[in-house]
């Protein structure tokens, strides 16, 4: 059928307005295309280009280098060797298993850490260097270097590793450092970037913890050019952190060492503490450890070793353990008495050996007993009997405030691990930790430093201190921070008697210098050098057995406490003899010697003995020398 002219005029003014809709949309369609294209290649070009830097471009961390730590006199205790290591790029290498045993004739590489270094590659990505032995000699980076060619992928680096020069010396003091754990990460809300720089190390314990965002420094950082997988193609610029703050503690190294050489193979501790700002001179655990074991991570062989060992090696004696203080906490019960004004110091008690309370029978340790004795002689000779009477007139509580005065029951402010606050009991502690009532018989043991009393070697010179000055001595162990002296502690008057003081103090020196005094055999002869004392000893069990009778682990604690020169005293020092046995025969001839050393600068002179001693100390001394120099010398060689 035949289409009429009005027909196609219609047809065609359709199919052109929908040709005009089409096309307009497709002009408009483009139009928005072509603004979108303008606005993410003009408006939005920098915001793309950064992100196109930023795939080519990696910011790396540098990690800073670790402030050192030194003695009060300037000698490095901790420091930052060069370390030398051996890595391997797997890609590089080829056939691993062929590239370590060429390694192996030239290295002696350990198994462990092999084992390691090759589970970590199966982690990594092929580009990415491993380290495969650590801690190697110059020689063995000489010798690869010049073997090169014959190992592909292996590159021989050089890095700092924390070092410690002393070894054992300080070990409980400083502590060491250690690669971050997850554990560590676990303690802080958002850890900085650089704790997660592999094998980064920071402090674990000792002074390297508590100080460790000062020693640490901060990081620095590199920008490196990558390709599209992530491998470094060049190093475009570098900014080097800042260097973690040097710490000065007020320890003397020659000082600690003796200790530390003194003390021997005992386990035992040895605390010495200056009288005028309370700084610690020396503050030694035996036996110790090598803490550059735990630099890379020991080994599981050398940890049992130091678990296992009964005399407790990892153990910072002096501020970690706590002790019945024995002996010694008569001064306490003394001035608490002299202060109440219960009592003087000619008042007299009569000691038979033992005294009745209720159906208990406790005992002195001299069986026949002292007869009358004065407060000078009750200290002199050690008399428990009297301080048994003592306790009963006093009360627990004034005890207990005294103690507390004198630095027992509260943890001294130092920045080493686990310091322990001791234990000053009283009624109220008795009933909300026990549960029972406080009784008499708690009081007599109080009196003569035994059943819940304890106290830590550094708060027994503490003690010391407070009683030789009536000032409220504190513990000083960091003497500067990056150049800058920290605040003396050397404390203000307790504001106690002055004459009461003077006669503690009198009856210390009769301890020492009385022919019936229990340290009269540990005595200093020196003229003006002489020093007031008190002998200690715990008792670990309840038999009355001898310690040559027992084992070792169940005989009596040892201990001494003095400060020197009597008429000027200038420093206090406290040991503590673990089942040493007497306090007299164990600890003071240490603490004498301890003394000596400290108040000369170095080894005294043999005139400063009583002279039968003369001939064992001279030869000690030889002995200490030598074993100074073989120290010395294997330091120098593991260095």
């Known amino acids: 059928m035949r289409r009429t002219p009005r027909d196609s005029a219609e047809s065609v003014r359709k199919i052109s307005r929908r040709g005009l809709i089409l ?32 795939n080519r471009i990696n910011i790396r961390l540098i990690p800073p280098s670790r402030g050192q730590i030194f003695d009060r006199n300037g000698v490095v205790i901790a420091e930052n060797a060069p370390s030398y290591r051996i890595t391997m790029v797997r890609e590089d290498a080829g056939n691993v298993e062929d590239v370590i045993a060429r390694l192996s004739t030239l290295v002696e590489l350990d198994e462990d850490e092999l084992n390691r270094a090759l589970t970590e590659m199966d982690r990594s ?45 300080f070990a409980h003091v400083v502590g060491y450092v250690g690669p971050v754990s997850e554990r560590d990460l676990a303690r802080y809300e958002d850890p900085e970037p650089v704790l997660r720089i592999p094998r980064f190390q920071i402090g674990k314990v000792g002074v390297e913890a508590k100080y460790e965002e000062q020693l640490r420094g901060d990081a620095g950082a590199k920008r490196v050019e990558v390709n599209a997988v992530g491998r470094v193609m060049r190093e475009l610029d570098r900014r080097e952190g800042d260097a973690g703050t040097d710490i000065q503690l007020t320890l003397d190294s020659g000082l600690q060492e003796y200790c530390k050489a003194r003390l021997g193979q005992e386990s035992a501790s040895c605390v010495v503490m200056d009288l005028e700002h309370g700084d610690i001179l020396a503050i030694a655990s035996s036996p110790s450890y090598d ?241 007031a004392g008190k002998s200690g000893t715990s008792q670990v069990r309840n038999q009355v057995v001898r310690n040559e009778d027992v084992p070792w682990e169940q005989r009596d604690h040892a201990l001494f406490v003095n400060f020197a020169p009597y008429n000027n005293p200038r420093i206090a020092v406290s040991v503590v003899v673990e089942h040493g046995g007497g306090g007299s025969a164990a600890a003071a001839p240490i603490n004498r010697d301890v003394t000596l050393q400290a108040l000369y600068g170095g080894t005294p002179p043999l005139e400063a003995y009583p002279s039968a001693d003369r001939s064992r100390i001279k030869a000690q001394q030889e002995r200490f020398a030598r074993e100074r120099e073989e120290r010395l010398s294997n330091a120098s060689s593991r260095a």
């Open 291 to 531: 803490p550059n074991k735990f630099v890379r991570g020991i080994s599981v062989a050398d940890y049992s070793v130091l678990r296992d060992n009964n005399h407790r090696p990892l153990a910072s004696k002096t501020v970690q353990d706590a002790y019945p203080p024995g002996s010694t906490f008569k001064m306490i019960c003394a001035l608490a008495a002299l202060e109440s004004g219960i009592m003087s110091a000619d008042d007299t008690a009569y000691c038979p050996g033992h005294l009745e309370v209720g159906s208990r029978r406790f005992h002195c340790w001299k069986r026949a007993g002292h007869g009358w004795v004065n407060l000078e002689e009750s200290i002199r000779e050690s008399c428990d009997v009297y301080y048994y009477e003592l306790a009963l007139k006093v009360g627990i509580e004034r005890i207990a405030e005294m103690a507390r005065r004198l630095g027992l029951g509260e943890a001294p402010d130092v920045p080493m691990s686990a310091v322990t606050a001791g234990l000053v009991p009283d009624k109220e502690w008795k009933l909300r930790e026990r549960g029972a009532s406080w009784l008499i018989g708690d009081s007599v043991n109080a009196s003569i430093g035994q059943g819940f009393v304890l106290s830590s070697p550094l708060q027994q010179a503490i003690m010391t201190a407070r009683i030789a000055t009536g000032r409220n001595i504190g513990p000083r162990l960091v003497k500067r921070i990056d150049g800058v002296d920290t605040p003396s502690r050397g404390g203000e008057s307790m504001g106690m008697n002055e004459n009461h003081l003077r006669q503690v103090r009198k009856a210390m020196h009769a301890v020492s210098n009385n022919r019936r005094g229990t340290g009269y055999r540990s005595r200093i002869v020196s003229e003006g050098y002489e020093m």
């Open 125 to 169: 990505a092929p580009f990415l260097p491993i380290t495969v032995a650590d801690r190697v000699s110059w020689e063995d980076i000489s010798r690869v270097a010049v073997n090169a060619p014959a190992l592909p992928g292996v590159t021989p680096e050089v890095g700092l590793s924390r070092f410690y020069p002393h070894h054992e010396t």
């Open 23 to 54: 096309g307009g949309a497709q002009l408009g369609f483009a139009g928005i295309l072509g603004l979108r294209m303008r606005f993410m290649q003009v408006d939005q070009a920098d915001e793309f280009r950064l992100l196109a830097e930023e």
